[in-house]
Protein backbone atom coordinates (compact mmCIF):
# COMPACT_ATOMS: atom_id res chain seq x y z
CA UNK A 1 0.00 0.00 0.00
CA UNK A 2 1.34 3.45 -0.90
CA UNK A 3 2.53 5.12 2.40
CA UNK A 4 -0.11 7.90 2.14
CA UNK A 5 -2.84 6.02 0.91
CA UNK A 6 -6.20 7.31 2.40
CA UNK A 7 -3.93 10.89 4.11
CA UNK A 8 -4.58 14.20 2.75
CA UNK A 9 -2.06 16.97 3.27
CA UNK A 10 -2.58 20.41 2.93
CA UNK A 11 0.42 22.00 1.24
CA UNK A 12 0.67 25.75 1.51
CA UNK A 13 3.54 27.96 -1.11
CA UNK A 14 4.24 31.72 -0.41
CA UNK A 15 6.64 34.24 -2.55
CA UNK A 16 9.98 32.16 -3.32
CA UNK A 17 12.28 30.82 -5.85
CA UNK A 18 11.80 27.75 -4.25
CA UNK A 19 8.25 27.52 -4.83
CA UNK A 20 9.12 25.63 -8.07
CA UNK A 21 10.29 22.64 -5.48
CA UNK A 22 6.79 22.63 -4.33
CA UNK A 23 5.69 21.45 -7.01
CA UNK A 24 7.94 18.30 -6.77
CA UNK A 25 7.15 17.62 -3.28
CA UNK A 26 3.32 17.70 -4.58
CA UNK A 27 4.31 15.00 -7.31
CA UNK A 28 5.85 13.29 -4.44
CA UNK A 29 2.82 13.46 -1.92
CA UNK A 30 0.39 12.39 -4.93
CA UNK A 31 2.45 9.34 -5.81
CA UNK A 32 2.76 8.10 -2.01
CA UNK A 33 -1.18 8.45 -2.28
CA UNK A 34 -2.25 11.25 -0.59
CA UNK A 35 -4.86 13.78 -1.05
CA UNK A 36 -3.00 16.86 -1.48
CA UNK A 37 -5.07 20.50 -1.90
CA UNK A 38 -2.54 23.65 -2.34
CA UNK A 39 -3.64 26.65 -0.92
CA UNK A 40 -1.19 29.16 -2.73
CA UNK A 41 -0.75 32.99 -1.77
CA UNK A 42 -1.05 36.09 -3.89
CA UNK A 43 3.22 35.83 -3.99
CA UNK A 44 3.80 32.28 -4.32
CA UNK A 45 1.32 31.68 -7.40
CA UNK A 46 3.95 35.09 -9.11
CA UNK A 47 6.12 31.98 -8.73
CA UNK A 48 4.59 29.42 -10.41
CA UNK A 49 0.92 29.15 -11.04
CA UNK A 50 -2.11 27.68 -9.83
CA UNK A 51 -2.45 25.68 -13.43
CA UNK A 52 0.73 23.46 -12.30
CA UNK A 53 -0.18 22.76 -8.92
CA UNK A 54 -3.78 21.90 -10.23
CA UNK A 55 -2.57 19.50 -12.61
CA UNK A 56 -0.22 17.79 -10.34
CA UNK A 57 -2.71 17.24 -7.82
CA UNK A 58 -5.63 16.87 -9.93
CA UNK A 59 -7.71 19.08 -7.60
CA UNK A 60 -8.41 22.63 -7.53
CA UNK A 61 -5.88 24.91 -5.85
CA UNK A 62 -6.99 27.06 -3.14
CA UNK A 63 -6.33 30.95 -2.93
CA UNK A 64 -8.75 33.08 -2.00
CA UNK A 65 -10.20 33.52 1.35
CA UNK A 66 -13.60 34.93 -0.21
CA UNK A 67 -13.44 31.59 -2.15
CA UNK A 68 -17.59 30.66 -3.02
CA UNK A 69 -16.88 26.84 -3.31
CA UNK A 70 -17.23 25.29 0.01
CA UNK A 71 -21.19 25.59 0.48
CA UNK A 72 -20.30 27.17 3.99
CA UNK A 73 -18.07 29.44 2.75
CA UNK A 74 -15.05 28.32 4.65
CA UNK A 75 -12.27 27.13 2.85
CA UNK A 76 -10.10 28.77 6.07
CA UNK A 77 -12.05 26.19 7.92
CA UNK A 78 -12.34 23.42 5.94
CA UNK A 79 -9.05 22.21 4.85
CA UNK A 80 -7.25 21.16 7.07
CA UNK A 81 -10.38 19.72 8.98
CA UNK A 82 -9.56 15.88 8.52
CA UNK A 83 -6.18 16.70 7.10
CA UNK A 84 -3.03 14.57 8.53
CA UNK A 85 -1.10 17.56 8.21
CA UNK A 86 -0.14 21.39 6.69
CA UNK A 87 3.17 21.87 5.33
CA UNK A 88 4.52 24.99 3.95
CA UNK A 89 7.14 24.80 1.46
CA UNK A 90 8.80 27.47 0.71
CA UNK A 91 7.86 29.30 3.44
CA UNK A 92 9.25 32.94 3.41
CA UNK A 93 10.48 35.29 6.01
CA UNK A 94 7.42 37.26 6.04
CA UNK A 95 5.29 34.45 6.27
CA UNK A 96 6.67 33.32 9.68
CA UNK A 97 6.92 36.27 10.72
CA UNK A 98 2.80 36.31 10.02
CA UNK A 99 2.55 32.91 11.55
CA UNK A 100 4.86 33.64 14.88
CA UNK A 101 2.43 36.38 15.75
CA UNK A 102 -0.75 34.77 14.72
CA UNK A 103 -1.77 37.16 11.54
CA UNK A 104 -4.42 35.85 9.38
CA UNK A 105 -4.64 38.10 6.44
CA UNK A 106 -5.10 35.66 3.47
CA UNK A 107 -6.08 32.50 2.86
CA UNK A 108 -3.23 30.30 3.71
CA UNK A 109 -2.31 32.14 6.59
CA UNK A 110 -5.85 32.13 8.12
CA UNK A 111 -6.45 28.55 7.88
CA UNK A 112 -2.86 28.13 9.82
CA UNK A 113 -4.40 29.61 12.45
CA UNK A 114 -7.76 27.79 11.89
CA UNK A 115 -5.85 24.64 11.83
CA UNK A 116 -7.07 21.11 13.25
CA UNK A 117 -3.50 19.01 12.03
CA UNK A 118 0.44 19.14 12.85
CA UNK A 119 2.27 22.04 10.90
CA UNK A 120 5.10 21.74 9.36
CA UNK A 121 7.54 24.49 7.81
CA UNK A 122 9.74 24.73 5.76
CA UNK A 123 11.77 28.49 5.30
CA UNK A 124 13.41 29.56 1.91
CA UNK A 125 14.89 32.84 1.96
CA UNK A 126 18.42 34.77 1.96
CA UNK A 127 21.60 33.87 3.94
CA UNK A 128 21.18 37.82 5.48
CA UNK A 129 17.38 37.27 6.44
CA UNK A 130 17.34 34.05 7.61
CA UNK A 131 20.03 35.47 10.29
CA UNK A 132 18.37 38.34 11.44
CA UNK A 133 17.50 38.43 15.27
CA UNK A 134 13.81 39.06 13.57
CA UNK A 135 13.85 35.68 11.88
CA UNK A 136 15.58 33.56 14.36
CA UNK A 137 13.07 35.06 17.31
CA UNK A 138 10.27 34.17 14.88
CA UNK A 139 11.40 30.75 14.18
CA UNK A 140 12.24 30.08 17.97
CA UNK A 141 8.53 31.11 18.82
CA UNK A 142 7.40 28.96 15.92
CA UNK A 143 9.38 25.82 17.74
CA UNK A 144 8.11 26.51 20.87
CA UNK A 145 4.05 26.81 19.50
CA UNK A 146 4.93 23.07 18.55
CA UNK A 147 5.61 23.89 14.84
CA UNK A 148 8.40 21.72 13.05
CA UNK A 149 10.81 23.67 11.20
CA UNK A 150 12.29 21.67 8.54
CA UNK A 151 16.05 22.83 7.75
CA UNK A 152 16.93 25.86 6.00
CA UNK A 153 19.62 23.85 4.10
CA UNK A 154 23.29 25.51 3.28
CA UNK A 155 24.40 26.30 -0.20
CA UNK A 156 24.26 28.86 -3.77
CA UNK A 157 21.22 30.79 -3.43
CA UNK A 158 19.26 31.93 -5.88
CA UNK A 159 20.49 35.67 -4.88
CA UNK A 160 23.99 34.67 -5.81
CA UNK A 161 25.11 34.51 -2.24
CA UNK A 162 26.06 31.05 -0.44
CA UNK A 163 24.79 30.29 3.55
CA UNK A 164 21.60 29.38 5.30
CA UNK A 165 18.46 29.56 4.49
CA UNK A 166 18.07 27.11 1.20
CA UNK A 167 14.58 25.36 1.16
CA UNK A 168 14.96 21.69 2.09
CA UNK A 169 14.86 19.18 -1.29
CA UNK A 170 11.51 18.15 -2.21
CA UNK A 171 12.67 14.31 -1.33
CA UNK A 172 13.74 15.82 1.93
CA UNK A 173 10.38 17.46 2.92
CA UNK A 174 8.58 14.44 1.84
CA UNK A 175 10.71 12.37 4.20
CA UNK A 176 10.18 14.49 6.87
CA UNK A 177 6.55 14.66 6.72
CA UNK A 178 6.10 11.23 6.47
CA UNK A 179 8.20 11.26 9.77
CA UNK A 180 5.88 13.06 11.01
CA UNK A 181 3.04 11.23 10.54
CA UNK A 182 4.22 7.77 11.87
CA UNK A 183 2.97 6.71 15.51
CA UNK A 184 5.09 8.03 18.36
CA UNK A 185 4.91 4.17 20.07
CA UNK A 186 8.32 5.25 21.84
CA UNK A 187 7.68 8.76 23.16
CA UNK A 188 9.79 9.71 26.38
CA UNK A 189 12.41 6.67 25.56
CA UNK A 190 15.81 6.80 24.92
CA UNK A 191 17.87 5.06 22.27
CA UNK A 192 21.00 4.27 21.44
CA UNK A 193 22.31 2.92 18.52
CA UNK A 194 25.69 1.83 16.89
CA UNK A 195 25.98 1.72 12.49
CA UNK A 196 28.61 1.24 9.88
CA UNK A 197 31.68 0.07 9.72
CA UNK A 198 34.67 0.48 11.91
CA UNK A 199 38.45 1.16 10.64
CA UNK A 200 41.36 -0.53 12.74
CA UNK A 201 44.34 1.09 11.38
CA UNK A 202 47.31 -0.84 10.61
CA UNK A 203 49.68 1.80 10.11
CA UNK A 204 49.39 5.79 9.32
CA UNK A 205 47.43 5.18 6.02
CA UNK A 206 45.93 1.59 5.66
CA UNK A 207 43.50 0.06 8.02
CA UNK A 208 40.96 -3.35 8.15
CA UNK A 209 37.43 -2.47 7.65
CA UNK A 210 34.24 -3.88 5.58
CA UNK A 211 31.64 -2.35 3.25
CA UNK A 212 29.16 -1.82 5.71
CA UNK A 213 27.09 1.23 4.36
CA UNK A 214 25.75 2.83 7.75
CA UNK A 215 22.77 2.77 5.78
CA UNK A 216 20.41 0.38 8.31
CA UNK A 217 21.60 2.07 11.33
CA UNK A 218 20.87 5.47 10.23
CA UNK A 219 17.28 4.24 9.04
CA UNK A 220 17.06 3.10 12.21
CA UNK A 221 17.59 6.04 13.74
CA UNK A 222 15.07 7.63 11.64
CA UNK A 223 12.53 5.29 12.31
CA UNK A 224 13.20 5.40 16.45
CA UNK A 225 13.34 9.41 15.91
CA UNK A 226 9.87 9.28 14.15
CA UNK A 227 8.47 6.91 16.95
CA UNK A 228 8.62 9.48 19.19
CA UNK A 229 12.25 8.22 21.12
CA UNK A 230 15.31 10.22 21.73
CA UNK A 231 17.81 9.23 19.68
CA UNK A 232 21.40 9.24 19.62
CA UNK A 233 23.72 7.32 16.87
CA UNK A 234 27.17 6.19 17.45
CA UNK A 235 28.37 6.58 13.89
CA UNK A 236 31.36 4.61 12.39
CA UNK A 237 33.82 6.36 9.28
CA UNK A 238 30.69 6.52 7.03
CA UNK A 239 29.39 9.98 4.62
CA UNK A 240 25.51 9.78 5.80
CA UNK A 241 23.75 12.66 7.00
CA UNK A 242 22.26 11.87 10.72
CA UNK A 243 18.44 12.36 10.18
CA UNK A 244 17.05 16.08 12.21
CA UNK A 245 17.10 15.56 15.49
CA UNK A 246 19.45 12.99 16.09
CA UNK A 247 22.44 13.04 18.27
CA UNK A 248 25.37 11.71 16.51
CA UNK A 249 29.07 10.91 18.04
CA UNK A 250 31.33 9.85 15.36
CA UNK A 251 33.35 6.75 16.12
CA UNK A 252 36.64 5.99 13.68
CA UNK A 253 37.93 2.17 15.48
CA UNK A 254 35.54 -0.38 17.70
CA UNK A 255 37.27 0.63 20.91
CA UNK A 256 36.33 4.43 20.52
CA UNK A 257 32.98 3.21 18.59
CA UNK A 258 32.62 0.84 22.26
CA UNK A 259 34.01 4.13 24.47
CA UNK A 260 31.61 6.46 22.92
CA UNK A 261 28.75 3.80 23.74
CA UNK A 262 29.75 3.63 27.26
CA UNK A 263 29.81 7.34 27.33
CA UNK A 264 26.55 8.08 25.84
CA UNK A 265 24.73 4.80 27.52
CA UNK A 266 23.35 6.06 31.13
CA UNK A 267 19.84 6.68 30.94
CA UNK A 268 19.29 4.74 27.61
CA UNK A 269 15.84 2.76 27.53
CA UNK A 270 17.23 0.57 24.46
CA UNK A 271 20.42 -0.21 22.50
CA UNK A 272 20.68 -1.57 19.37
CA UNK A 273 24.18 -2.66 17.81
CA UNK A 274 23.76 -2.17 13.91
CA UNK A 275 27.76 -1.59 13.22
CA UNK A 276 29.93 -4.45 11.22
CA UNK A 277 31.82 -4.15 14.51
CA UNK A 278 35.55 -5.26 13.36
CA UNK A 279 35.96 -8.80 15.49
CA UNK A 280 39.77 -8.42 15.22
CA UNK A 281 42.10 -5.63 14.80
CA UNK A 282 46.19 -5.70 14.06
CA UNK A 283 48.07 -5.96 17.30
CA UNK A 284 49.66 -2.54 17.81
CA UNK A 285 49.71 -0.40 14.97
CA UNK A 286 52.81 0.91 13.33
CA UNK A 287 53.40 4.26 13.42
CA UNK A 288 55.07 4.84 10.59
CA UNK A 289 53.94 3.61 7.28
CA UNK A 290 55.14 -0.48 6.72
CA UNK A 291 57.14 -0.75 3.55
CA UNK A 292 57.01 -3.04 0.77
CA UNK A 293 59.21 -5.72 0.02
CA UNK A 294 59.13 -8.88 -1.50
CA UNK A 295 58.71 -10.45 1.40
CA UNK A 296 55.22 -12.03 2.92
CA UNK A 297 53.79 -10.06 5.57
CA UNK A 298 51.78 -11.30 8.50
CA UNK A 299 49.54 -9.47 10.57
CA UNK A 300 49.35 -10.37 14.40
CA UNK A 301 45.41 -9.43 15.03
CA UNK A 302 43.83 -9.52 18.22
CA UNK A 303 40.20 -9.59 19.05
CA UNK A 304 38.13 -6.46 19.67
CA UNK A 305 35.90 -6.42 22.69
CA UNK A 306 31.96 -6.97 21.99
CA UNK A 307 30.36 -3.69 22.56
CA UNK A 308 26.73 -5.22 22.56
CA UNK A 309 27.80 -8.47 24.91
CA UNK A 310 29.16 -5.75 27.44
CA UNK A 311 26.50 -3.55 27.38
CA UNK A 312 23.53 -6.10 27.78
CA UNK A 313 25.72 -7.64 30.51
CA UNK A 314 25.47 -5.09 32.93
CA UNK A 315 22.63 -5.43 35.55
CA UNK A 316 21.33 -1.79 34.62
CA UNK A 317 21.24 -2.80 30.79
CA UNK A 318 18.76 -1.88 28.46
CA UNK A 319 16.34 -3.76 25.99
CA UNK A 320 19.41 -4.79 23.81
CA UNK A 321 18.97 -5.56 20.09
CA UNK A 322 21.71 -6.71 18.13
CA UNK A 323 22.34 -7.69 14.04
CA UNK A 324 23.53 -11.01 12.81
CA UNK A 325 24.33 -10.63 8.92
CA UNK A 326 25.68 -14.19 8.07
CA UNK A 327 26.32 -16.19 4.86
CA UNK A 328 24.42 -19.21 5.92
CA UNK A 329 22.31 -21.07 8.67
CA UNK A 330 20.66 -17.82 9.62
CA UNK A 331 18.69 -19.25 12.48
CA UNK A 332 20.92 -20.87 14.30
CA UNK A 333 23.30 -18.15 14.09
CA UNK A 334 20.80 -16.01 15.15
CA UNK A 335 19.55 -17.67 18.08
CA UNK A 336 22.73 -18.62 19.52
CA UNK A 337 23.63 -14.42 19.58
CA UNK A 338 20.10 -14.22 21.44
CA UNK A 339 21.25 -16.52 24.00
CA UNK A 340 24.93 -15.86 24.30
CA UNK A 341 24.89 -11.93 24.21
CA UNK A 342 21.36 -12.16 26.17
CA UNK A 343 19.80 -10.41 24.00
CA UNK A 344 15.90 -9.00 23.84
CA UNK A 345 16.06 -9.47 20.05
CA UNK A 346 18.18 -10.17 16.74
CA UNK A 347 17.86 -9.31 13.34
CA UNK A 348 18.62 -11.55 11.45
CA UNK A 349 19.87 -11.39 7.48
CA UNK A 350 21.03 -13.62 4.81
CA UNK A 351 23.91 -12.21 3.13
CA UNK A 352 23.66 -12.97 -0.34
CA UNK A 353 24.81 -10.32 -2.28
CA UNK A 354 26.70 -8.50 0.59
CA UNK A 355 26.73 -5.69 2.95
CA UNK A 356 25.44 -2.19 2.15
CA UNK A 357 22.56 -2.87 -0.74
CA UNK A 358 19.61 -0.60 -0.52
CA UNK A 359 16.85 -2.90 0.30
CA UNK A 360 16.95 -5.64 2.81
CA UNK A 361 14.87 -9.00 3.72
CA UNK A 362 15.24 -9.90 7.39
CA UNK A 363 14.06 -12.16 9.91
CA UNK A 364 13.44 -11.27 13.74
CA UNK A 365 14.29 -13.67 16.17
CA UNK A 366 13.26 -13.11 20.12
CA UNK A 367 11.96 -15.16 22.53
CA UNK A 368 8.25 -15.46 20.93
CA UNK A 369 9.98 -17.35 18.16
CA UNK A 370 10.73 -16.29 14.29
CA UNK A 371 9.24 -13.28 12.20
CA UNK A 372 10.09 -12.77 8.99
CA UNK A 373 9.65 -9.37 7.83
CA UNK A 374 8.67 -8.56 4.19
CA UNK A 375 11.33 -7.07 1.88
CA UNK A 376 11.39 -3.51 1.74
CA UNK A 377 13.68 -0.83 1.67
CA UNK A 378 15.97 -0.20 4.36
CA UNK A 379 13.64 2.50 5.72
CA UNK A 380 10.12 0.41 5.75
CA UNK A 381 11.78 -2.73 7.46
CA UNK A 382 13.30 -0.33 9.47
CA UNK A 383 10.30 1.35 10.94
CA UNK A 384 8.40 -2.54 11.07
CA UNK A 385 11.29 -3.50 13.65
CA UNK A 386 10.77 -0.68 15.55
CA UNK A 387 7.51 -1.13 15.31
CA UNK A 388 8.16 -4.55 16.67
CA UNK A 389 10.38 -3.50 19.31
CA UNK A 390 7.78 -1.03 20.64
CA UNK A 391 5.18 -4.26 20.81
CA UNK A 392 7.70 -6.13 22.64
CA UNK A 393 8.28 -3.19 25.16
CA UNK A 394 4.45 -2.00 25.17
CA UNK A 395 3.02 -4.34 28.13
CA UNK A 396 6.15 -4.23 29.99
CA UNK A 397 8.56 -1.09 31.22
CA UNK A 398 11.92 -1.07 30.32
O1 LIG B 1 28.99 -11.86 17.10
P1 LIG B 1 28.72 -10.98 15.94
O2 LIG B 1 29.84 -10.03 15.62
O3 LIG B 1 28.25 -11.70 14.71
O4 LIG B 1 27.47 -10.10 16.44
C1 LIG B 1 26.95 -9.05 15.70
C2 LIG B 1 26.25 -8.11 16.63
O5 LIG B 1 27.10 -7.74 17.71
C3 LIG B 1 25.87 -6.82 15.97
O6 LIG B 1 24.69 -6.34 16.59
C4 LIG B 1 27.07 -5.93 16.26
O7 LIG B 1 26.74 -4.55 16.22
C5 LIG B 1 27.48 -6.37 17.64
N1 LIG B 1 28.92 -6.30 17.91
C6 LIG B 1 29.42 -5.40 18.83
N2 LIG B 1 30.77 -5.33 19.08
C7 LIG B 1 31.63 -6.18 18.49
C8 LIG B 1 31.15 -7.11 17.56
C9 LIG B 1 29.79 -7.14 17.28
O8 LIG B 1 28.64 -4.60 19.38
N3 LIG B 1 32.92 -6.07 18.77
New binding site residues.
Partial sequence: MAELSGKRVVVGVTGGVAAYKAAELVRLLVKAGALVDVALTQSGGRFVGAPTFQALSGRPVWTDLWDARPDNGMAHIDLTRGAAACVIAPATADFIAKLAHGFADDLLSTLCLARDCPLLVAPAMNRQMWEKPATQRNVAQLRSDGIAILGPASGEQACGEEGLGRMLEAADIFEELVGSLQPKRLAGRRVLL?AGPTFEAIDPVRGITNPSSGRMGFALARAFRDAGAAVTLVAGPVELAAPRGVRRVDAVS?EEMRAAVLDALPGQHIFV???A?A?YRPAGAAAHKIKKSAAPLTLQLEP?????AEVAARADAPFCV???AESRDLAAYARR?LEEKKLRLVVGNLIQDGLGGETNAVTLFDAAGEHPLPLGDKLNVARDIVSHIADMIDPCTV
Avoid at 304 to 308: A, E, G, P, S
Fill in positions: TAGVAVDTRDILGFAK
